[in-house]
C-alpha cells in the first residue's frame, strides 16, 4: 500500500542529485576560495531540500523521510530499517511525525533514496524552503471523539503540493497541520496553516487559521476561514500559497516564515488577498480533491498466528500496559496501542520484528506520533498479549513505564544536531532515574502532565506547548560556562483561545531532575488538598510559579565553581566541559535564494581585487573581469524562476530576461558575447585587451544589478523595470 504519490520526476531529480554528490565528493574543497563557497552553498540548497542534514560530527549526514499524517506502513518502515544500517543501525521517530536515519555518508545516499522512491517514500521536502510534511492525529479515523477522519485529506493535499514546483522554493518552510476536533492534538494553532475538522449544517468542512509557529518567536495562529468544504481544501491551500509566494520575505531568513508576513501586514489584509485567490481557485473543479475512503479503511487482515499467553510473572506488568497504552477503537474489536519509545529511537533489529509482527494484520496499522512514538492501530484483542511480549523484548521501548515518561518529548540536541547547544538526551536519562527512584512518586497519576525539552531555542522539542518546557542555554560562574535551561509553564492549547508555555526563569541542567522531583510531588500533593479536578493551571497560577521562581533561584545561587566540581560544568554523556565552539550554521533554511548573496559577495571580492592591485598581469585581470560579468549576470536569475549553471545559458538567460525586460540597459549586450566570455575556455588572447577595455562597462553593469537587488522588496520579485 502506497499512502501518497511521488512524482515519477523524482527519480530524474535523485539521479541529479547522485551526480550532484559525486562532484562534491570528489571535488577540492578549499574553504578561501570562490569555487568552494560557489559549490557549497549551490550543493547545501540542493541536499537540504532533498532532507538531508549535515550533523555535528563533519561528514556525517541525517535524512529524514516524508510521512504524510505519520502513515508508513510495516514493509515501508522494514526498508527504513534495512537502510538504516548505512549508518546508526536505528530509526528516530520525531515530532513531526516521520523518520530519520542518522549517521550516513554522502556517498550511500543515491542507494537510499532509490530503494525509498521504490517502496513509495521520499525525503524530498525534508528540509529547506519547501512544503514540510503534513500533519495529522495519530489517531483520526479510530478515535470515537473524530468530527470526521482527517488523514485521507493530509494524504491528498501532500499528493498534489509535492507535483508542483512551487511547493519547493517558498520564501521560507511551510507546515500544514490538520486536526480532527478542537482538543487540536496535532497542534493546528501553532502551525503555518491549519485545519480543524467542523461540521456546519450537515455539511463536513473545515475551519481555516493561518500564521502560527513555534520557535524563538512563537504565535498562535490567526482565523482565516470559518468553514470551507472539503472538496476546497485545495484551493484553500493554494490561495495561501501564492500570498505567501508573493509578498513572503526572501531577504531575511530570520524574518521569513509567514508567521511574520502576518505580523506585517495584519489579519485583515492578508485575508483579503487569500480569499481573492481562493474565488479564482475554487471554481475550478479540477481543484477539488477527493478521497478515496476505501484506500483507508480501518480493519484488520485475518490471521492464524499463534496466540502466546502471557506468564503469569509478567501478568500485573501487562495489566499496567492495557491500562496506559491500549484503547478501544471505534471499530468494534479493533484497538490501538501507543508504543512509547526512549527518545524517538528503536533499533533497526526490534524494527524489523516489530513490523514482521504487524504485517498479519495488513497495511494500515502504524502511525508515526506527535510524541516521538508509534501509534498503532486495527490489531484484535486476541493479539495484544504476542505484541507486548515483543515489545518488552526491545530495547528502547518504555513498556513498563508511565505515559508521564513515555511522552516526554526531547530533541537530539548538540548530541547530533548543529544549532544545539545542551544535550537533552542525558538531561531526560536523569530524570528517569530521579523519579523512577522516588517511591513517594505515582508517575501514574501525572498522565496528560506534557515535559517538553529542547537543547536550544529553536523548539525541535516543542517546548512552548508543554505544562513544564525547557530549551537549552549556558549559565556562567566566574567566566566559566555550564549547561543550563530555561523554564517555562502552563500551555493551555486545546481550548477557543490557546495559549503557549510562558518563560519563568532558568537552572542549571545537573539540577534539573531534583528540581522536577520537587515540584511534581508538590503539584501531586496540591491535587489531593484541591481535588483532582483542578488544573496544572490551577496549580501554577495559585503556588506553582512562586515555588519555581524560588528553586530556580536557589539553584543558581549555589552553582560550585569549576575547581571545585569539574563534572556540574559538563554536560550530560560529555567528556569534556559545555563549548559553544563547534555549535554550527543551521541548514533548515537552506535554499537556492542564497546564491544571490554568493553572488553578491564573489562580485565584492573581484571587485577588491582589481582596485587593489594595478600590477596584475593583463590574462588575470582579464580572467577578474570575466567572472565579475558572469556573477553578475547569474545573481539574480532566480527571481525570474531561472536555475542554469553553464556560463552561455546564463548570458543568454539574463539578456533575455533583464535587457529585454527592460531591468537594465541595452549597452551591456556588447559585453554578452558568449563565444568572448565563455567560462569553460580559456581567455583567447585576442579577447584580452577586448575585456580589459570593457573594464568599467563590467563594473557599472555589476553596480546596477546590485542596485536592483537593493532596491527588491523583501519578497525578491521584479514587478517593473528600471529606468
Given at each position: 500500500?502506497?499512502?501518497?504519490?511521488?512524482?515519477?520526476?523524482?527519480?530524474?531529480?535523485?539521479?541529479?542529485?547522485?551526480?550532484?554528490?559525486?562532484?562534491?565528493?570528489?571535488?577540492?574543497?578549499?574553504?578561501?576560495?570562490?569555487?568552494?563557497?560557489?559549490?557549497?552553498?549551490?550543493?547545501?540548497?540542493?541536499?537540504?531540500?532533498?532532507?538531508?542534514?549535515?550533523?555535528?560530527?563533519?561528514?556525517?549526514?541525517?535524512?529524514?523521510?516524508?510521512?504524510?499524517?505519520?502513515?508508513?506502513?510495516?514493509?515501508?518502515?522494514?526498508?527504513?530499517?534495512?537502510?538504516?544500517?548505512?549508518?546508526?543501525?536505528?530509526?528516530?521517530?520525531?515530532?513531526?511525525?516521520?523518520?530519520?536515519?542518522?549517521?550516513?555518508?554522502?556517498?550511500?545516499?543515491?542507494?537510499?533514496?532509490?530503494?525509498?522512491?521504490?517502496?513509495?517514500?521520499?525525503?524530498?521536502?525534508?528540509?529547506?524552503?519547501?512544503?514540510?510534511?503534513?500533519?495529522?492525529?495519530?489517531?483520526?479515523?479510530?478515535?470515537?471523539?473524530?468530527?470526521?477522519?482527517?488523514?485521507?485529506?493530509?494524504?491528498?493535499?501532500?499528493?498534489?503540493?509535492?507535483?508542483?514546483?512551487?511547493?519547493?522554493?517558498?520564501?521560507?518552510?511551510?507546515?500544514?497541520?490538520?486536526?480532527?476536533?478542537?482538543?487540536?492534538?496535532?497542534?493546528?494553532?501553532?502551525?503555518?496553516?491549519?485545519?480543524?475538522?467542523?461540521?456546519?449544517?450537515?455539511?463536513?468542512?473545515?475551519?481555516?487559521?493561518?500564521?502560527?509557529?513555534?520557535?524563538?518567536?512563537?504565535?498562535?495562529?490567526?482565523?482565516?476561514?470559518?468553514?470551507?468544504?472539503?472538496?476546497?481544501?485545495?484551493?484553500?491551500?493554494?490561495?495561501?500559497?501564492?500570498?505567501?509566494?508573493?509578498?513572503?520575505?526572501?531577504?531575511?531568513?530570520?524574518?521569513?516564515?509567514?508567521?511574520?508576513?502576518?505580523?506585517?501586514?495584519?489579519?485583515?489584509?492578508?485575508?483579503?488577498?487569500?480569499?481573492?485567490?481562493?474565488?479564482?481557485?475554487?471554481?475550478?473543479?479540477?481543484?477539488?480533491?477527493?478521497?478515496?475512503?476505501?484506500?483507508?479503511?480501518?480493519?484488520?487482515?485475518?490471521?492464524?498466528?499463534?496466540?502466546?499467553?502471557?506468564?503469569?510473572?509478567?501478568?500485573?506488568?501487562?495489566?499496567?500496559?492495557?491500562?496506559?497504552?491500549?484503547?478501544?477503537?471505534?471499530?468494534?474489536?479493533?484497538?490501538?496501542?501507543?508504543?512509547?519509545?526512549?527518545?524517538?529511537?528503536?533499533?533497526?533489529?526490534?524494527?524489523?520484528?516489530?513490523?514482521?509482527?504487524?504485517?498479519?494484520?495488513?497495511?494500515?496499522?502504524?502511525?508515526?506520533?506527535?510524541?516521538?512514538?508509534?501509534?498503532?492501530?486495527?490489531?484484535?484483542?486476541?493479539?495484544?498479549?504476542?505484541?507486548?511480549?515483543?515489545?518488552?523484548?526491545?530495547?528502547?521501548?518504555?513498556?513498563?513505564?508511565?505515559?508521564?515518561?513515555?511522552?516526554?518529548?526531547?530533541?537530539?540536541?548538540?548530541?547530533?544536531?548543529?544549532?544545539?547547544?545542551?544535550?537533552?538526551?542525558?538531561?531526560?536519562?536523569?530524570?528517569?532515574?530521579?523519579?523512577?527512584?522516588?517511591?513517594?512518586?505515582?508517575?501514574?497519576?501525572?498522565?496528560?502532565?506534557?515535559?517538553?525539552?529542547?537543547?536550544?531555542?529553536?523548539?525541535c522539542g516543542m517546548h512552548h506547548v508543554a505544562d513544564i518546557g525547557f530549551f537549552g542555554k549556558v549559565?556562567k560562574k566566574d567566566g566559566d560556562i555550564y549547561p543550563s535551561y530555561n523554564v517555562l509553564l502552563g500551555?493551555?492549547?486545546?481550548?477557543?483561545?490557546?495559549?503557549?508555555?510562558?518563560?519563568?526563569?532558568?537552572?542549571?541542567?545537573?539540577?534539573?531532575?531534583?528540581?522536577?522531583?520537587?515540584?511534581?510531588?508538590?503539584?501531586?500533593?496540591?491535587?489531593?488538598?484541591?481535588?483532582?479536578?483542578?488544573?496544572?493551571?490551577?496549580?501554577?497560577?495559585?503556588?506553582?510559579?512562586?515555588?519555581?521562581?524560588?528553586?530556580?533561584?536557589?539553584?543558581?545561587?549555589?552553582?560550585?565553581?569549576?575547581?571545585?566540581?569539574?563534572?556540574?560544568?559538563?554536560?550530560?554523556?560529555?567528556?569534556?566541559?559545555?563549548?559553544?565552539?563547534?555549535?554550527?550554521?543551521?541548514?533548515?533554511?537552506?535554499?537556492?535564494?542564497?546564491?544571490?548573496?554568493?553572488?553578491?559577495?564573489?562580485?565584492?571580492?573581484?571587485?577588491?581585487?582589481?582596485?587593489?592591485?594595478?600590477?596584475?598581469?593583463?590574462?588575470?585581470?582579464?580572467?577578474?573581469?570575466?567572472?565579475?560579468?558572469?556573477?553578475?549576470?547569474?545573481?539574480?536569475?532566480?527571481?525570474?524562476?531561472?536555475?542554469?549553471?553553464?556560463?552561455?545559458?546564463?548570458?543568454?538567460?539574463?539578456?533575455?530576461?533583464?535587457?529585454?525586460?527592460?531591468?537594465?540597459?541595452?549597452?551591456?549586450?556588447?559585453?554578452?558575447?558568449?563565444?568572448?566570455?565563455?567560462?569553460?575556455?580559456?581567455?583567447?588572447?585576442?579577447?584580452?585587451?577586448?575585456?580589459?577595455?570593457?573594464?568599467?562597462?563590467?563594473?557599472?553593469?555589476?553596480?546596477?544589478?546590485?542596485?536592483?537587488?537593493?532596491?527588491?522588496?523583501?519578497?525578491?520579485?521584479?514587478?517593473?523595470?528600471?529606468?
Amino acid at each position: 500500500m502506497v499512502f501518497y504519490e511521488i512524482p515519477v520526476l523524482l527519480i530524474d531529480e535523485i539521479s541529479a542529485l547522485s551526480t550532484s554528490i559525486d562532484e562534491y565528493i570528489h571535488s577540492e574543497h578549499d574553504s578561501s576560495s570562490s569555487e568552494t563557497l560557489e559549490m557549497e552553498t549551490k550543493f547545501k540548497a540542493l541536499r537540504v531540500a532533498h532532507g538531508i542534514y549535515e550533523q555535528r560530527e563533519r561528514g556525517t549526514y541525517m535524512l529524514r523521510i516524508r510521512c504524510p499524517g505519520g502513515f508508513i506502513s510495516p514493509e515501508q518502515l522494514k526498508v527504513v530499517a534495512d537502510m538504516s544500517l548505512f549508518g546508526t543501525p536505528e530509526v528516530h521517530f520525531t515530532t513531526r511525525q516521520e523518520v530519520q536515519i542518522h549517521g550516513l555518508l554522502l556517498k550511500d545516499m543515491k542507494e537510499i533514496l532509490s530503494v525509498l522512491f521504490y517502496v513509495g517514500l521520499s525525503s524530498r521536502g525534508g528540509g529547506g524552503n519547501t512544503v514540510r510534511n503534513i500533519l495529522c492525529p495519530a489517531d483520526s479515523g479510530i478515535s470515537k471523539n473524530s468530527v470526521f477522519d482527517v488523514s485521507p485529506f493530509a494524504i491528498c493535499l501532500t499528493s498534489k503540493l509535492i507535483r508542483e514546483d512551487e511547493s519547493w522554493n517558498l520564501p521560507r518552510k511551510f507546515k500544514i497541520a490538520f486536526s480532527d476536533n478542537f482538543d487540536d492534538i496535532a497542534y493546528s494553532r501553532a502551525t503555518c496553516l491549519g485545519f480543524i475538522a467542523v461540521k456546519v449544517n450537515e455539511e463536513y468542512g473545515f475551519k481555516v487559521y493561518i500564521g502560527g509557529g513555534l520557535g524563538r518567536h512563537p504565535r498562535i495562529s490567526d482565523p482565516l476561514f470559518d468553514f470551507i468544504p472539503t472538496n476546497k481544501l485545495y484551493p484553500a491551500t493554494k490561495a495561501v500559497l501564492n500570498v505567501y509566494n508573493q509578498y513572503g520575505n526572501r531577504r531575511s531568513k530570520h524574518s521569513s516564515r509567514i508567521k511574520f508576513l502576518l505580523n506585517k501586514m495584519g489579519i485583515k489584509e492578508f485575508s483579503t488577498l487569500v480569499t481573492e485567490e481562493f474565488n479564482k481557485l475554487k471554481e475550478d473543479e479540477s481543484n477539488e480533491l477527493l478521497p478515496e475512503p476505501e484506500l483507508f479503511a480501518n480493519e484488520a487482515s485475518q490471521t492464524d498466528i499463534e496466540i502466546q499467553p502471557i506468564p503469569e510473572k509478567n501478568q500485573d506488568k501487562f495489566d499496567a500496559w492495557i491500562k496506559r497504552c491500549v484503547s478501544e477503537q471505534k471499530q468494534l474489536g479493533l484497538y490501538t496501542i501507543k508504543i512509547m519509545l526512549r527518545s524517538g529511537d528503536l533499533l533497526a533489529t526490534d524494527t524489523l520484528k516489530l513490523c514482521n509482527f504487524l504485517t498479519n494484520f495488513g497495511e494500515n496499522n502504524i502511525r508515526c506520533d506527535r510524541d516521538q512514538n508509534i501509534r498503532l492501530r486495527n490489531i484484535p484483542f486476541k493479539y495484544l498479549s504476542n505484541l507486548f511480549t515483543i515489545l518488552n523484548s526491545f530495547k528502547n521501548t518504555l513498556v513498563n513505564e508511565s505515559t508521564f515518561l513515555g511522552e516526554m518529548i526531547n530533541c537530539t540536541g548538540a548530541q547530533t544536531c548543529q544549532l544545539g547547544i545542551c544535550k537533552p538526551r542525558g538531561l531526560v536519562e536523569d530524570i528517569h532515574n530521579r523519579l523512577l527512584n522516588n517511591s513517594n512518586l505515582n508517575l501514574d497519576d501525572l498522565t496528560n502532565l506534557k515535559l517538553n525539552i529542547s537543547g536550544c531555542p529553536n523548539s525541535c522539542g516543542m517546548h512552548h506547548v508543554a505544562d513544564i518546557g525547557f530549551f537549552g542555554k549556558v549559565g556562567k560562574k566566574d567566566g566559566d560556562i555550564y549547561p543550563s535551561y530555561n523554564v517555562l509553564l502552563g500551555a493551555d492549547m486545546g481550548k477557543e483561545n490557546p495559549e503557549y508555555a510562558k518563560l519563568i526563569s532558568s537552572l542549571p541542567a545537573h539540577n534539573i531532575a531534583e528540581f522536577l522531583d520537587i515540584v511534581l510531588t508538590d503539584w501531586l500533593s496540591f491535587t489531593k488538598l484541591e481535588g483532582k479536578k483542578k488544573s496544572f493551571k490551577d496549580y501554577i497560577q495559585t503556588k506553582g510559579i512562586s515555588l519555581v521562581k524560588e528553586l530556580c533561584e536557589e539553584y543558581n545561587k549555589n552553582v560550585p565553581s569549576k575547581k571545585d566540581s569539574i563534572d556540574f560544568y559538563r554536560d550530560f554523556r560529555s567528556k569534556l566541559p559545555i563549548s559553544l565552539a563547534d555549535i554550527g550554521q543551521g541548514e533548515c533554511s537552506a535554499g537556492i535564494f542564497d546564491m544571490i548573496k554568493v553572488d553578491k559577495s564573489l562580485i565584492d571580492k573581484e571587485i577588491k581585487k582589481l582596485s587593489n592591485d594595478n600590477s596584475l598581469a593583463p590574462y588575470e585581470r582579464a580572467k577578474g573581469l570575466k567572472q565579475i560579468l558572469l556573477y553578475s549576470s547569474r545573481m539574480l536569475l532566480i527571481t525570474k524562476g531561472v536555475y542554469v549553471d553553464d556560463p552561455n545559458q546564463i548570458f543568454k538567460s539574463f539578456k533575455k530576461h533583464f535587457v529585454g525586460g527592460g531591468f537594465v540597459s541595452d549597452r551591456y549586450n556588447s559585453l554578452l558575447e558568449t563565444d568572448i566570455y565563455s567560462i569553460k575556455s580559456e581567455i583567447k588572447e585576442d579577447a584580452i585587451n577586448k575585456i580589459i577595455k570593457n573594464e568599467d562597462l563590467i563594473k557599472e553593469l555589476s553596480k546596477d544589478v546590485i542596485d536592483i537587488y537593493v532596491q527588491m522588496d523583501d519578497s525578491l520579485t521584479l514587478t517593473k523595470a528600471s529606468n
